[in-house]
């Protein structure tokens, strides 16, 4: 590693040089871009993030999920540098390279399901997601969206309507896109119904207020990300798709958070054995390059015409060659296994602490996508406080972690796969302390 694996504080966080950054920040950058910690980055690799201060932070969210691999994976910079010195940019839609076909042949490839399938690339997550609702509009030629409870889709226009939380993502933004409507979501902290059963109750909403002969696609992440990591009880994805597929509703799988070993299998579906009709991905799929896709079964995707699809930048040949040096990383290295070690490791110490500790409701999660739902003592009423006190003692103490969920008060980890044991159990420490302190 070209950082040494170790926490390390030289400087109250944040140091001199990252306050100074902060602000000439807010001398520059719009107010509405805010940032977890007010700490500035120089490097990073394995499990550390180095700060321009000098000081080693634990990195337990791997920039909200991107760098899965780790940062500057060596296989995705030597691909990267190798690129950048051919060409930077043709477009795609002008004069195509194999870089991209590759992508999507690898994605048709590993996405859940054997049968025929197409890619498309994009930038973000956002754009894809409003790519999978165009492709979904133009096959069924029915215009209406269902999304879920909690949701989390991205920050455009449309991805705002889908966005189930206002504050910070939608207030002062709309008018919002129509055509949005929201079923209820399972959620077993917090409801006490089997995965089947909410299904029935999210399809009786969905036939009563929009109708199957109006819908054009169901979205919904198979765990959750923003909206609280909340995976859904068993069998309910399953019951949904069955319902998609009997009144021909596509069911496209927002997999931007969850897919490439985050979750300890390639994506979340698999688990399960679901098979979406469309699969959203980004995030986690180009080792932190923009980039992002829609893949899914050939006569869904192949619906628009020639030329409907596409933008300046989508599938960029610098991102596609650190996709392929990303997927081949997560491959070669077993990356999904070690994920799923990590989440071994990291369930048995919070559920130990979940034990002595009436404050942690919940403790939940897969692989390397594990939260833990602070309460108050004893009850299921939801401390968003706690939870931003236990994030911010942590931040002081050098270790990265993120806040999530409707209510605020879940702690999120998203540690990337190249973390060692030896850091997950300090950063886990840390959390201990923060908590025991603020009893
Ligand atoms: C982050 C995220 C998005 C949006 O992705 P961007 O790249 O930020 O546009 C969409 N869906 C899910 C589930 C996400 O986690």
Redesign the pocket.
């Known amino acids: 590693m070209p950082i040494p694996q170790r926490r390390r504080l030289v400087t109250a966080i944040p140091g001199p040089i990252s306050k100074e950054l902060m602000s000439r920040k807010a001398g520059a950058v719009a107010a509405g871009v805010g940032t977890t910690m007010p700490v500035f980055a120089a490097r990073a690799a394995g499990g550390i993030v180095e700060d321009v201060d000098g000081n080693h932070l634990i990195d337990l969210g791997s920039g909200?999920?991107v760098t899965t691999v780790g940062n500057s994976a060596p296989r995705v910079v030597e691909a990267v540098r190798a690129q950048v010195a051919e060409f930077t940019h043709t477009c795609f839609m002008v004069t195509p390279y194999e870089s991209y076909v590759a992508v999507a042949e690898r994605l048709n490839e590993l996405t859940p399901g054997t049968h025929d399938k197409r890619t498309a690339l994009f930038n973000?997550?956002?754009?894809a997601?409003e790519n999978a609702i165009k492709i979904a509009r133009a096959h069924t030629g029915r215009q209406a969206v269902v999304v879920f409870d909690h949701a989390?889709?991205?920050?455009?226009n449309l991805?705002m309507a889908m966005t189930a939380k206002s504050m910070p993502y939608k207030h002062g933004f709309g008018p919002f896109a129509s055509e949005v409507y929201r079923a209820p979501l399972s959620y077993p902290f917090r409801d006490e119904v089997d995965g089947p059963t909410a299904a029935r109750r999210a399809i009786e909403v969905v036939e009563k207020q929009v109708g199957g002969a109006n819908l054009a696609a169901m979205v919904i992440?198979p765990i959750?990300?923003?909206g609280g990591f909340i995976e859904p009880a068993a069998g309910f994805l399953s019951a949904l798709i069955e319902w998609c597929t009997a009144n021909g509703v596509v069911f496209v799988a927002?997999?931007?958070?969850?897919g490439f070993a985050r979750t300890g299998d390639m994506f979340a579906c698999d688990h399960e054995g679901v098979v979406p009709d469309l699969i959203?991905t980004?995030?986690g799929i180009a080792g932190g390059l923009p980039l992002?896709a829609v893949t899914g079964r050939t006569e869904i995707m192949d619906a628009p015409h020639s030329g409907g699809l596409g933008g300046t930048y989508g599938g960029n040949p610098l991102a596609c060659a650190a996709a392929l040096a990303a997927i081949d990383t997560i491959v070669e290295d077993g990356l999904t296994a070690r994920a799923r070690e990590i989440g071994t490791l990291m369930l048995a110490e919070l559920q130990r602490m979940r034990a002595v500790d009436p404050r942690i409701g919940d403790v939940r999660g897969r692989g390397a996508m594990i939260a833990v739902e602070l309460v108050r003592a004893g009850t299921s009423e939801p401390d968003a406080d706690l939870a931003r006190a236990v994030a911010a003692t942590a931040h002081a103490a050098g270790v990265i972690v993120l806040t999530c969920g409707t209510f605020g008060n879940v702690l999120r980890f998203l540690p990337p796969l190249t973390i060692s044991d030896g850091l997950l159990a300090e950063a886990l420490e840390v959390l201990r302390d923060a908590l025991t302190t603020l009893a």
Do not use: L, N
């Open positions: 909200i999920a973000s997550g956002a754009e997601v989390y889709h991205g920050r455009t991805t992440e959750q990300g923003e927002d997999e931007v958070q969850t959203v980004a995030k992002s």
